[in-house]
């Protein structure tokens, strides 16, 4: 199966070390694409720059339409452009920090949610009331990290990631530690190992959900919200983005 | 005081159908100033619609903050780019729904939402949740009206909203109406003297509100998820609207 | 427009300071009376001072309705009597603690509550709960200053609120301030140079939603809960102050 | 021991109706002490009756403390002044409503409430979002009978009252049905019999819960807000029911 | 009347110390019966434990059923297989954890619970949540004391609870103390002395509600889930414990 | 990888079904052990079921402990004794309706649960509050089809679902069905065709969700209360079931 792995920021490196991750969890026959938009911030750490990442993903799976993957994940912790991708591909779409969530509400009774800078801490609460883990999730910690730090991740910054999660699971009382950054899945084993507690890279968790709903034969309901956009003109840079009346959804 | 009203859409007779009701309201001295992203869909009735129209309020406000205004309101009921509007100008931003949702609360111990698409209804009950309104709002319709029909609404079409909520104030048991896009702000009047009940229009409402913070010397906060912007490359078309590390807050 | 200010303790010299910080705010054209009940306890910290100081207010709206005013306002951060003003005048009222939420939650994500008497802290807390801002306030601190030592408030007694004020935002992490008394209006202005985040202070922020709400042209709802009350006999002193069967709304 | 049953209404024969069937589930050696209010409505089927209802408890209480019962029962389904009893008297202090509902949810998964005016509906709602009941609590009914006609309940009104509880036990799927107003009380045998389903009238449950927590030895907590009144000066009709800095706890 | 009082774990000493507990409170003419099941652990302080201790608790009240008590409690905090008992009794059934809650919230705004093993704080957890007492219980502390140690509970324990509960007390801002576990019953009386706050035990409060609800005469209702068990085969070791079709429900 | 599959009623003719469908989606490579209590209920259809179908899961996953699987899927709509297997086994355990939810969640914005016996709603409700899922869930609807009697599901019985779920759709205005049965796994595919909307089995969903944590080498956390169990005798037929302080965790 084919999976298209977003990077919602324009920095290529990023994407491709996230895609790394993706391949390196991906089962024999899952081929990760990975892209990132045309356009925007080189990363995401601010609601203006997740304005312009939304309307990113917008974009790519606008153009993934022409050759629609089978699933589709969105590989930033705010999981921007979640609810247009859903409409415009048929294969199911997942946002890291929604199948982190899942993924370590099944391993531990709460955990705690490790992120880079703490003024996006908001977005993933946002997250966690609008997905239903406000029970599981018993904090959200930030670290001050900016998100393009990570490539250069050395023991001092992997450090101090480790200590914020200890901290966060002696102050929450959790079980798990989920990791708010899709620049912190390569650092996802190391953590664990040191820390003896499952720890959720969401890049990883949602190559893996995917497979999962695909092996299903499950696709997104076209019925209600997640019905393919309608068509109308679009103008501006993103006139050649419109959704067309012609426009059949792939394969349903 | 100068209110900059954006219409997150790219229909230029909506925005000033929008404009008309906003200075319909405003108080003397103040002068409103409208506008609408240079792309993006003619109208908002899909995810994927708004995922290019918050990208679009990011855009016009960014443009703003180099003469900005004392109070800025997003005109559309999803109220997109919100959060990413308050980072950017220092003057309070509010969008319709929100203003709406606000001010219906006072007036009544329950109101009910009157929409457009069906399909929006989630979009609205997100905001609903994000807000606080969960209590108050006892339900939201939808009349599967599109948005820009509403320009030329006539008796027949004034008549299916007014049945509408009709429908909704007796199925809810509320006490005042919710109007639930910009392009039913014309038709505000009319519905108030027919249903006998308080009917909110955001438009008019996110105007008066903002005329109110204005009023009392309050601006956004600066501290937490709201602190600028921070500096860092924007590429591609969006690169001319990266916030520049000089840039000092207007008047803080 | 005129605006009612009620104070629903019986201190006089409280009413005064009041409507001084009313009228600081209200708009040209804008005039305010105030008034405080005929009996009851001279300040406002118990459930049982809250019980009378309904009652009082119930009787200034009664009176009030007579020559009713645009608009009430409740000045007193319990919000007592809300609902039975609502009924008896059909201008909008509204309750100074619910004015303040709903500005501090338009300027930032979090806001915390700076109040008098700690044992008040479950007052503020309920009323949070019933309009739909547990989200938004991240925190309720007490100060145990009395309400009427606010009085006389110098350079100590502002320091000590300020350092509660600060206390506050560090460990609830809000971008804003409410202050949780009437009686703490005079000192606004001074709090907000010195914190460098929006204080809100619900009396200023009450005659500001009011004037936005009559500028809408808008009123309490009569369908529902807030339909005027029922004509029926009233015993002992409050014989006078019975709904009468006759008595229409004034101009509906 | 005693049991002081507060009627918040004016009506003497309601209290009398409430008081027999308070004593007629009373445990042999509970002795029912019945009293209204000196002032207020006859009956209690708004906001505005109720906020003078809650200063009528108040009132009831404070002259209760000279001779302080055991208990003390509030017989109105708004339980009015709930808080301020719970300051003054050392025994504990029940609603008739927050009794009811407690009784309720030990007897089914969830329970509907059939009550009298449409108009109060809000205010039970309030209480079951107060007391945490919300999961429990499927519904409440009005039925528009005014509180004072129960007192020469017929067939015809037994009738409706039955039909409502069927029409909520179908629609709601509840277990169970709480009968919404103290005046009710005289019904709940009969209605018992016919309806097949715990009916529970708050009077009878206030009662055994009242003599079960004296039963345990447990009173009202003094730490927190329920602590005793602070003193300080009532003027007018409620001078003389300040409470003094002298005055100790009965009791305790 | 007789209650039925059934130790879910099999420590037959564990039961005559709850036994006598409850008989400590029960009125003249209430019996108390005690039993433990016939299999399970020892003491119940894992999810493990209390899987058998569920299916011990329906072993014993289908065994009652040939001898229905008027009321049934079931002396665990995690109050193991009370819907159970519900289907299977006709009689009211409480769980002391459910007993407790109801009681602390009706002498407290808030309460905080001290318990035995910190692992099962998550259990009390999901029962505030289930029963509603979400925003009465400020706070749910372990001791990490092991239920059977309890049995021998001297001086150096008493004060270690006592300090747990004090500690609960300041942080949670609550004015009652809930003791998380059966075996904290006979040290009650001298905590409360100690606290100076109401220290609810469980076992104590259930056998008081249960007398105040057959004093209603009131019982469990059959509609809905709570209806008798169907009939069907069971295999194994608790085959005899099928319940059988024509077994009809005592007295109903 | 293996998968243990645990039935928890007796019948093993069910057990056999369940494992044909876990069969028919798990990966090559993936094997599946399918086995049921010794002890307990033919079917699960009422809270006394439950308790001993929740001991007989802990008593299966006790015994396969000895040669533990990778993976373990409580096959029953209430997921009884899903917290005791997870301190058990180290390798991840679901619950079918656990894995429903989350994947209906991923699929659609709201979903809808057609199960069997309608008192066994109460069950599904209250696990959707326990994972969170309140607001995915828009309903949950019985039909009052037997357990045991989805074995010879034919055409009427099939209908009768089909219908039963189009009512839920139109009536919720929700995107997705859950199956609310183990039973029910064999109809998926022909009710997906038929309804055209995304149709999830549990009973498939957990398979391939396991598979998924197994792929990311996650297990559950040890820290908190998914520890092992605590040593200690057991009594009666479960003696031999307890867990002992030599016994360490497979493979951790």
């Not at 694409?33 to 993903?57: K, L």
């Not at 708010?180 to 190992?193: K, Q």
């Not at 507690?197 to 497979?211: F, H, R, S, T």
């Not at 309608?230 to 501006?236: D, N, Q, S, V």
């Amino acid at each position: 199966m084919k999976i298209l792995l977003l990077n919602p920021n324009t920095t290529a490196s990023m994407t491709q070390a996230i895609a790394a991750a993706a391949r390196a969890v991906a089962a024999p026959g899952t081929e990760v694409r990975a892209t990132q938009p045309s356009f925007g911030p080189v990363s995401i750490e601010s609601h203006y720059d997740e304005a312009f990442a939304a309307a990113g993903v917008a974009e790519q799976v606008r153009l993934a339409a022409e050759d629609p993957p089978d699933a589709t994940v969105i590989a930033c912790f705010g999981d921007p452009g979640l609810d247009a991708a859903r409409e415009v591909l048929d294969g199911p779409v997942l946002g890291i920090a929604e199948a982190a969530f899942h993924v370590a509400s099944m391993l531990a009774t709460g955990f705690s949610v490790v992120t880079t800078m703490t003024r996006t801490c908001v977005m993933a609460e946002r997250l966690v009331q609008r997905y239903g883990f406000e029970r599981s999730c018993r904090g959200i910690h930030g670290t001050d990290i900016p998100v393009l730090a990570l490539e250069q991740a050395g023991e001092p910054m992997l450090r101090q990631i480790e200590e914020a999660a200890r901290t966060a699971l002696a102050r929450d009382g959790s079980g798990a530690i989920v990791l708010g950054c899709a620049g912190m899945a390569p650092l996802c084993a190391t953590l664990s190992d040191r820390l003896g507690v499952p720890v959720v890279d969401g890049v990883a968790a949602a190559v893996k959900l995917a497979e999962a709903l695909v092996g299903l034969g499950l696709r997104t309901s076209r019925r209600g919200d997640y019905a393919q956009p309608l068509a109308k003109p679009f103008t501006g840079w993103a006139q050649g983005l419109a959704w067309e009346a012609t426009r059949a959804a792939g394969g349903r």
